[in-house]
């Protein structure tokens, strides 16, 4: 039984004796605070406590629904883990301790995995929220980006700040005591593939053999990007990965912001309050489908769930209705029409300035949710309000508006550390699933480097990184050949999605596909047949709340309570916009535009 399992429910849980009964099943007949003690100072030391007597271990509670055969799981559900056979010793190395690395190493220690080593560059653990910019914000919710036995706890789901996700990973860190993998302050000089299959790692001139690796940090990881003709430049240029106070670096100076991605549009709004002037240069196909990070009253991340069937989403037609409609509504006053408007966007009474902004801004940029990566943040309209001015990309230093003397790349960054691997190719959508390179195998792995169109990284890297746990364990097998063709499908998906955006983006995925593909995979997508016909609240929470890591715990060798919990609490969205099939209906009676 893998330590750190009970370990997270008793430390993570106020009560210690309920946390041990929660543990063990045994709400009926509760266990002595003794034996309770006893069980928590043992699992403190990395010790296995003695087990409870057989009656108690097997005891069962009533969830209150109707038989269903979701692997028993309503007798399952509160039970000690069913044991698993230990897998073949191998030795791990994972490269990286941000959300993405944690995530990977408590996988690879949920699948029975104990040689494990992670190397960290930097002296702690956290990646980018590490050494985020002041008041950087998350832009995706707590409750989709939390781990999937990890409740962020957030009621109602929030949008973290970096310093608080901080918190929430180290809290992660701690809890399934993973820092005893961790060795800081290590920088890997290469990572190269030998003969016999497994890997040679270069660190400090020295050189480990591991027989597997697994590459976790992230897309942000490498040298900054920075615009060729600007390497001449006379003036101060920064990257947006550079600077921590960028009021302090902005004040008083004619800024320029190159980039229009959610780091650029949080940037210009910090700038335009202390700067001279600033003006921030966008492509031609601009910032991408622009979304704020809440929506009416909640986090707009809640509609990033099953929903209806595609026949039911909003299409191009709709989309472009309602924006000229909401266009013509507020160029003839019409208050009435943009009430009823506000009311089929939001649910509210009238639309806030900023959310009429955000949707004349995606129909003039022809930007669609599916047609284009997300930006889920509307600073930069906030700053355009203030006196911040947009103008097209710049390409040549004669191109700079006259008297810049700060400029501020958010321009990304160079190919992300597949360069670290002899033989690796730096494409992500060369690989399988962004995980796999064909041309290297399954030993050794690429995850947290797809970037969903609207989503979160960690749900899609804990998936990644369960299904490499599993593959190690022998309990997934891979096959190359299919593994290549399956590739050709994403890729020819994704560009027939992101048209745009495809060669530009390499990383950006369909949060959805890539969720139930890793999913299906493992055997752990959710029963959705006798969810609705046994767990019916749950169900309506799985189709309509917001798709997090934790529906992929509900059934499985890994199921757990603790996910059913999750789920169960998972809110519901108070306002979803009508069915595409009542949508020419209700806009007729709406507004004659």
């Known amino acids: 039984m893998p330590i750190g399992l009970p370990f997270r429910m ?25 034996y309770a003690t006893s069980v928590f100072r043992c699992l403190k030391n990395d010790q296995i406590p003695q087990p409870l007597p057989l009656p108690l271990q097997q005891t069962q509670i009533d969830f209150g629904c109707s038989p269903c055969t979701i692997g028993n799981c309503c007798a399952q559900r509160r039970s000690l883990p069913p044991p ?3 897998p073949t010793p191998l030795k791990i190395l994972v490269i990286g301790a941000g959300a993405s690395g944690l995530t990977v190493l408590s996988s690879l220690q949920e699948a029975g995995f104990t040689n494990i080593t992670c190397f960290e560059a930097s002296s702690s653990i956290g990646g980018i929220f590490r050494t985020a910019y002041k008041n950087a914000k998350m832009t995706s919710s707590s409750a989709l980006t939390e781990f999937s036995q990890f409740p962020s706890n957030f009621s109602p789901p929030k949008m973290l700040s970096a310093v608080e996700y901080l918190a ?3 809290r992660f860190a701690s809890v399934n005591m993973l820092q005893k993998f961790i060795t800081f302050n290590v920088e890997v000089n290469e990572v190269q593939k030998l003969p016999s299959g497994k ?5 400090s001139g020295e050189h480990i053999i591991y027989d597997a690796v697994c590459i976790t940090t992230g897309l942000h990881s490498s040298s900054p990007s920075f615009p060729d003709f600007l390497r001449s430049a006379k ?3 920064v990257h947006s990965s550079q600077i921590h106070d960028f009021a302090e670096k902005a004040a008083g100076k004619n800024v320029l912001i190159i980039g229009l991605g959610e780091s650029g549009s949080d940037i210009s709004l910090i700038t335009v309050k202390v700067a001279k002037s600033v003006t921030i240069s966008v492509r031609d196909n601009g910032s991408g489908y622009v979304v704020p990070r809440i929506t009416g009253n909640e986090v707009s991340d809640l509609n990033t769930n099953r929903g209806r069937g595609r026949g039911e989403t909003w299409g191009p037609s709709e989309h472009k209705r309602f924006a000229e409609s909401v266009i013509a509504a507020q160029a003839s006053d019409d ?11 939001t649910g509210k009474e009238q639309f806030s300035e900023l959310e009429i902004d955000t949707i004349v801004w995606n129909y003039k940029n022809n930007a669609l949710p599916y047609n284009r990566f997300g930006t889920k943040n509307t600073s930069f309209l906030e700053a355009l309000k203030l006196g911040a001015r947009i103008i097209g990309e710049i390409v040549t230093l004669g191109d700079l508006p006259s008297g810049t003397d700060l400029v501020i790349c958010c321009t990304g960054f160079a190919a992300s550390k597949g360069e670290l691997v002899v033989g690796a ?4 959508r060369n690989r399988w699933r962004h995980v796999v390179d064909l041309n290297l195998g399954p030993m050794i792995s690429f995850v947290g480097f797809s970037r969903p169109a609207f989503g979160a990284v960690p749900p899609i890297s804990e998936m990644g990184g369960r299904w ?7 309990d997934l097998e891979f096959d190359v050949a299919a593994a290549a063709i399956e590739t050709q499908e994403d890729k020819k998906y994704e560009e027939s999605l992101f048209k745009k955006d495809f060669h530009r983006l390499k990383s950006l995925v369909q949060y959805h596909r890539m969720m139930k593909s890793f999913g299906d995979l493992l055997g752990v997508s959710p029963p959705l047949g006798e969810l609705r016909k046994h767990h019916k609240g749950i169900y309506e929470r799985v189709m309509r709340s917001t798709l997090s890591g934790a529906q992929f715990r509900l059934v499985g060798r890994f199921m757990s309570e603790k996910a059913w919990k999750t789920c169960e609490q998972l809110p519901l969205p108070q306002h979803e916009r009508m069915p595409r099939s009542a949508f020419n209906g209700v806009m007729n009676e709406c507004c004659q535009f």
Request: proline share 7%; with cysteine; hydrophobic share 45%.
């Open 84 to 86: 698993i056979p230990p």
């Open 168 to 170: 929430y990973l180290e």
């Open 235 to 237: 003036i101060d240029v």
């Open 10 to 34: 008793v430390e993570t849980d106020p009560n210690l004796l309920l946390a041990c009964n929660y543990w063990f099943g045994s709400d009926s007949k509760p266990i002595d605070r003794t």
């Open 199 to 203: 890997f040679s790692v270069s660190v």
């Open 425 to 428: 190719d730096i494409n992500h």
């Open 335 to 345: 208050d009435v029409a943009l009430s009823k408007l506000s009311k089929i966007w």
């Open 468 to 474: 490499w746990a599993a593959f190690l364990r022998g």
